[in-house]
């Protein structure tokens, strides 16, 4: 493999883009949704090459297209040059805010995410109460932002089923901190994803096992912290992983439903893991696929932070992939990423049901588990 | 006047060559070479007179509309020459006035032929067969007869001559010899044609099955076919019909005799013979005496003479509709013999010979009614009836022959809204 | 250049609403070409397009496609087709500006008609997720193009497109029940219906290749095939071109009808004997499911390249780096491109150490596919006649080595395009009487100015295609684009005299314009009089396939 972080590759990459006959763009999904040949990979690569030529002013219009990428690395699988444009685009994105070219949605970014992300972990406390945290222990779960966002339901679930497995209570990490940081690096802000991947670190350090919900904070710590120069030292599994090692002491129901899983982008294209949720899965249920899955698995369009710069797009990209079922009459599916769960289940068609991974164990083996209440202030 | 015309046209062909003819304001007119042809049209479209093309098997165009207009019959008779034999690339450049069945023989000594087509339609010449789009020109083995043409000579309405390159296949825009093929002459006069070849098979497998009901024989037929047989050709024929042609076959009411003929090397003919054999058997039928392939064979071919035929009628369908559009001509005409044929992947045609209980040719407004009700079950049922055009693109063809045809020069009569 | 941009846009907003119309720089810039190798000529250069759209629309609709034409009609603005862009004659370029229709929200595959095989798909599909689909229906359509990750099913069907497995399936025209289009009259209709039954022109044949010029095909009937149930690959070496095509011309006139013939000529088997990396099928997956890792300190993205500076502004530190790189990479590049600018010699060196040193014969690779019994007994046939024709079975590894590496071809462009060199393919096709010599022809033409590979396939029983690669060097942009043209018109010309025709499946575009009167001399009088009749006003992609756009030459 080509070492992708020296500037001589990335010269590379981008020449190889701009002139080859975009091999991979029947794979990018934000073009496919969109039917916009400006937002196929070798187009986004091509503005990044003129804009790194000064043959383009750096300007939020001519920077736009940088934006359209969810980062799912699906383009990579149908490239030959070993190019990888959703990481060279971060870097553009990065230069952009550098020029003052930044995203118009994206103003002032890194405060309102360190703002969100300290609101996220209040109100986790609040609803689980403190007794659910840890500093430090052999287990440690940590849900990502989106999760505690929308899906502390799947927390729930999650540890309902932990419990179920003979695992003990596994406490959610006490940090005051929600997400491992990925959306600043998607903001193009990697000098705050630095200083915010410290305090991470430094928090999960103290587990020996740390079990993550979200496939971009397993992404990010597992990969992206040491180019930062941050070790965490610790054993850093998803979800998926870790119920997969204990899978076999799931109880199997009688009668196993269908359930399609969806392999979340960051899972199945970064890390590999493809096959150890559909090992979970297959115990509990009758696992079906979609028609482009593992390895060629579609975006929910969470990513990259495109529901912030492109909301229309993100929420067409989760209908698309989900059209499939509702074509079938509808379905349940079911997938191991709090993004994922989010956003498919924001856009989900009549008759199709999404679930979590961790909920959808707990449903299909009648595992009680109990939403968390409300924080006071919400309604 | 006809006359002057007359004259000037027998200053190209030779007098012996121009004939009036008897009743219409028309001159026979038989050109020697594409050369004298290409004049003859120039000269007729000067003189505002029609062209009506002519030849053999291409019956005499219904000239309608035209009323006292002076029109020139166009025969290709004499424009008999094959010009080139390419046997390297199996290619045989001919003059349209040859028939089909002079080139078979012309070509049947080097072991070369057209290919499987119907027998029956190998009487009209090069032009006629390309130029006149019926159903039955066509072969499960080979394909459309239109496939057949690799390249066309024709004669525009201004007496240019074009010649379509030959290629086997191009990506140079729209494929401009298919504005001539199925045309009747209205976008020029067909004086040449460049023809695939195809080798004399070394093999050719004859078998003969029936069938529990003719739906259960054009299932078998269709199972076959998409299991890739090519046959060189493949008939259904209803206990009617057999009842006359195949006595000996024995149907009882409702049964149906499938024969079938599969030729090529040795090896694939019997993969065919053996795909429509097990298609068969997988429809419930059964193997029958061979000898009613071989006779079916032979009197298409023409080696033994069919019972006295009878006035005819026919209708084509895809897969889809066939066995509907089968039995609703036989509900409208319940003592019409049946036989399907001239199958390939888009479908195949229905053939009713038009016959009282007695077995009678039908006649007169007999004829004429029954021909009516035919028609219209077929219709209903989603059959094509012979010489019915989708007019949707009518506008089109209108436009297209007054860009190459202002003076409405080339078979006026043709193709036209009636 | 034409009607106020402003208005265009207004009017089709009118239509399609606000979000489905772009008149923004990075559109209009990005739909102004396609894989055209003389555009990159350009684009290299770091020229901006001078051809660019007024407006991109995306419809959803036929009935907005309709409105769109009618209202272009009216406005007079040209239309413009785009499906995915992967042309390689410049048939998208805007010549006279105008709309640029983008089919691509019209992709639907709407259903199958199982009793008569048939698929009902709009125009805007991409290849790859159209036969994916079909493949999971236990169908296919058969056309395997290089570019099938690229095109979409509207463009095969307006340029002639063929795939890989054309002899069997035949090109994309042989497989066609009928289109759904939109004249330049705005009207829509239907070439459906059974062709056989039909007095009068077949009017699919004539709108397929038409290339945008009669109207915009957004909808087709297109004829499947079962999901094969047996695919059979080999390997084959014969002594030279000549014995290869003999051996195939028997193939192909004895009946059979393998799926895919390639037969490599002695300079393309040679290069692709060596310097051709094997498929790593771990290596892919790794890289496939895996994402890179930076070493610690690199950073978690990676640095973008400075903007280029002239050499004189470079510190020792920067011309010492510059100088590793070139080490590294760019002196393989310097080494190509002087390769390149001595082709005569190169053709020559190369052919003779491929044919009398090396001595490794052509390359012929066969596959079949189909219906499990007839596939076997079609093999069985096949790779006999082979036999008996000379050719040495290598056994099924070059076939499975070939499948695995299918599409690889298309990424090679740009290693060439970077090095500073360019490289194109020309695919002719005549009768098997006249193939050596246009092989012949061809090669020599083209060798005076580039080294040439060639490949022959995509066999009927009366001839063949062959498909030339050529890639050439010089200096700069005007000179490239000067030896491209070059190169193209001593080669068309070259397989114009000797019967052939000029182009197999590609197309014609902008580049083979030129030559469409002395490809179809008289007979251009009917495609001319196909545009009047279907384009009176000539607003559909005018100025392409060699008709004149006298309406807008003169403005």
């Known amino acids: 493999m080509a070492d992708h972080f020296t500037t001589a590759d990335v010269a590379r990459q981008l020449d190889d883009c701009t002139f080859c006959p975009k091999m991979c763009r029947h794979a990018c999904p934000v073009s496919t949704t969109t039917g916009r040949e400006s937002l196929i990979p070798q187009a986004k690569m091509d503005r990044l090459n003129k804009l790194v030529h000064d043959q383009e002013p750096w300007r939020p219009d001519t920077t736009e297209s940088l934006w359209a990428c969810t980062g799912c690395r699906h383009c990579t699988v149908y490239c030959d040059h070993d190019n990888e444009p959703g990481l060279v685009l971060l870097s553009g994105r990065a230069e952009a805010n550098k020029r003052g070219a930044g995203h118009p949605a994206l103003a002032g970014y890194g405060e309102r995410f360190r703002a969100r992300d300290q609101r996220l972990a209040a109100d986790a406390r609040e609803r689980f109460g403190a007794e659910a945290f840890a500093s430090t222990g052999a287990i440690g779960f940590w849900p990502g932002c989106d999760s505690l966002d929308k899906g502390t339901a799947d927390v729930a679930a999650a540890q309902a089923v932990f419990e179920r497995l003979g695992l003990g209570p596994v406490p959610l990490v006490d940090a005051g901190l929600a997400c491992a940081g990925y959306p600043l690096l998607a903001a193009g802000l990697p000098d705050e994803f630095r200083w915010h991947a410290g305090k991470v670190a430094t928090a999960l350090r103290r587990f020996q096992t740390i079990v993550i919900g979200c496939s971009a904070c397993r992404h990010a710590i597992t990969a992206l912290y040491q180019g930062e120069g941050i070790s965490v030292g610790t054993t850093v599994v998803s979800i998926a992983e870790f119920l997969a090692t204990h899978a076999d002491k799931l109880p199997a129901p009688a009668t196993k439903k269908r359930v399609h899983y969806h392999d979340p982008c960051y899972l199945a294209r970064s890390a590999g893991v493809i096959e150890e949720p559909r090992r979970v899965l297959g115990q509990v249920a009758d696992v079906r696929e979609f028609a482009w899955s593992g390895v060629d698995t579609e975006c929910c369009g969470g990513g990259g932070l495109l529901p912030k710069t492109m909301p229309a797009v993100a929420d067409a990209m989760a209908r698309r992939r989900l059209a499939e079922l509702a074509a079938q009459g509808g379905g349940i599916v079911a997938t191991a990423c709090g993004t994922c769960a989010l956003m498919l289940r924001r856009n989900a068609p009549d008759g199709v049901e999404v679930s979590d991974l961790a909920t959808a164990v707990a449903n299909l083996t009648d595992t009680p588990f109990t939403p968390p209440a409300a924080p006071a202030d919400e309604p | ?418 | 250049m034409v009607a106020d941009a402003d208005r265009v846009r207004r009017e089709l907003e009118g239509i399609v609403g606000p979000r489905r119309v772009s008149v923004r720089p990075g559109d209009l810039d990005t739909y102004a070409r396609d894989m055209w190798p003389r555009l990159l000529l350009a684009r290299r250069a770091g020229a901006t397009p001078t051809m660019l759209p007024t407006a991109v629309v995306w419809p959803e609709t036929v009935r907005e496609v309709a409105a769109i034409v009618r209202m272009a009609r009216n406005l007079g603005v040209p239309i413009i087709p785009y499906g995915g862009g992967s042309g390689v004659c410049g048939g998208v370029v805007p010549r006279f500006g105008g709309i640029t229709i983008d089919t691509k929200r019209m992709a639907a595959l709407r259903g199958i008609r199982a009793s008569d095989q048939v698929v009902d798909v709009e125009a805007g599909l991409s290849g790859e997720r159209f036969e994916r689909e079909l493949t999971r229906r236990g169908y296919t359509f058969g056309n395997f193009p290089s570019s099938i990750y690229c095109s979409t099913v509207g463009g095969w069907l307006a340029t002639r497109a063929a795939g890989q497995l054309s002899t069997k399936y035949g090109k994309v025209e042989d497989r066609v029940a009928g289109l759904t289009l939109v004249t330049g009259t705005g009207e829509v209709v239907d070439t459906d219906g059974p062709r056989r039954a039909i007095g009068g022109p077949d009017w699919t044949q004539l709108v397929l290749g038409s290339e945008g010029t009669l109207g915009i095909i957004t909808s087709a009937r297109l004829r499947l095939s079962p999901a094969p149930q047996l695919k059979v690959l080999r390997g084959f070496e014969v002594d030279n071109v000549a014995a290869g095509v003999e051996a195939l011309r028997r193939v192909l006139q004895r009946g059979l009808k393998p799926a895919v013939v390639r037969l490599y000529d002695e300079l393309d088997t040679f290069v692709n004997s060596f310097g051709h990396h094997h498929h790593d099928a771990a290596a892919a997956e790794l890289r496939h499911t895996h994402a890179p890792v930076p070493l610690p300190g690199e950073g978690a993205l990676p640095p973008l390249p400075p903007p280029p500076r002239a050499t004189d502004d470079d510190g020792p530190l920067e011309r010492l780096l510059g100088m590793v790189r070139k080490a590294r990479h760019g002196l393989r590049g310097d080494a190509f491109t002087a390769v390149l600018d001595r082709p005569r010699l190169i053709n020559r060196v190369v052919g003779t150490v491929a044919e009398k040193i090396a001595r490794k014969g052509c390359k012929l690779i066969i596959g079949l596919e189909g219906a499990r019994l007839r596939t076997e007994v079609e093999a069985a046939l096949t790779f006999a006649e082979l036999e008996r024709a000379g050719a040495r079975d290598q056994g099924e590894e070059p076939g499975r080595a070939w499948l695995a590496r299918r599409y690889a071809v298309s990424y090679k462009m740009s290693p060439v395009f970077r090095d500073g060199a360019f490289v194109d393919t020309m695919e002719v096709a005549t009768s098997w009487a006249t193939l050596l010599d246009l092989y012949h022809s061809v090669r020599a033409a083209l060798g005076k100015h580039a080294m040439v590979m060639a490949h022959f396939s995509h066999a009927y029983p009366e001839g063949c295609s062959i498909y030339f690669t050529f890639a050439a060097h010089a200096p700069d942009r005007a000179a490239s684009e000067r030896l491209y043209d070059t190169i193209w018109k001593d080669g068309l010309e070259a397989a114009t005299r000797v019967g052939a025709t000029i182009s197999h499946h590609h197309g014609v575009g902008m580049l083979r314009a030129p030559y469409m009167a002395g490809e179809h001399r008289e007979a251009m009088a009917i495609l001319t009089a196909l545009k009047h009749s279907f384009d009176p006003d000539d607003v559909m992609n005018p100025g392409k396939l060699g008709l004149a756009a006298r309406r807008w030459e003169a403005r």
């Open chain 2, 1 to 418: 006047m006809t006359l002057e015309l007359a004259g000037a046209l027998a200053a190209v062909v030779g007098a012996d060559h121009v004939r009036p003819i008897p009743g219409q304001p028309a001159l026979a007119v038989t050109p020697g070479s594409p050369t004298e042809l290409a004049d003859v049209v120039r000269i007729t479209a000067d003189a505002g007179a029609a062209v009506v093309p002519v030849g053999a098997g291409f019956r005499a165009a219904r000239v309608r509309g035209l009323g006292e207009r002076r029109r020139v019959h166009l025969s290709s008779e004499r424009l008999d020459q094959v010009v080139q034999l390419d046997e390297t690339s199996m290619l045989c450049h001919a003059q349209a006035g040859l028939t089909g069945a002079a080139l078979e023989k012309i070509l049947a000594p080097r072991g070369l032929s057209l290919g499987d087509y119907p027998p029956g339609i190998l009487g009209s010449s090069l032009g006629g067969l390309i130029g006149v789009r019926t159903p039955g020109k066509s072969s499960a083995r080979h394909g459309f007869f239109e496939e057949a043409v690799a390249g066309l000579s024709a004669v525009l309405a201004d007496g240019r001559t074009i010649h379509t390159r030959v290629a086997p296949r191009r990506s140079t825009g729209p494929d401009l010899a298919r504005a001539l093929c199925g045309s009747e002459g209205t976008i020029g006069y067909i004086t040449a044609a460049v023809l695939r070849l195809h080798r004399r098979p070394e093999a050719r497998l004859l078998a003969a099955y029936v069938l529990p009901s003719v739906d259960a024989a054009i299932a078998a037929a269709f199972l076959a076919l998409r299991e890739e047989c090519a046959p060189a050709g493949l008939r259904i024929v209803d206990a009617t019909e057999a009842r006359l042609h195949f006595p000996d076959a024995g149907l009882a009411d409702g049964q149906a005799l499938l024969v079938a003929c599969t030729a090529g090397p040795t090896d694939l003919a019997a993969c065919d013979r053996d795909l429509i054999a097990s298609a068969v058997a997988a429809e419930g039928g059964a193997a029958a005496d061979l000898g009613l392939a071989e006779r079916w064979w032979r009197r298409r071919l023409g080696t033994e003479p069919t019972p006295e035929p009878s006035p005819g009628f026919q209708a084509s369908a895809g897969p889809g509709q066939l066995t509907a559009a089968y039995h609703a001509i036989r509900r409208a005409v319940p003592t019409a013999r049946l036989h399907v044929s001239r199958f390939d992947l888009d479908g195949a045609v229905v053939f009713a010979t038009l016959v009282d209980d007695r077995g009678d040719a039908l006649a007169g407004d007999a004829l004429t009614a029954t021909v009516a009700r035919a028609e219209a079950a077929a219709t209903a049922a989603g059959a094509w009836l012979l010489g019915a055009r989708p007019t949707a693109l009518d506008p089109y063809l209108k436009a297209l022959r007054a860009q190459l045809d202002p003076r409405g020069v080339m078979n006026p009569g043709a193709l036209t809204e009636s």
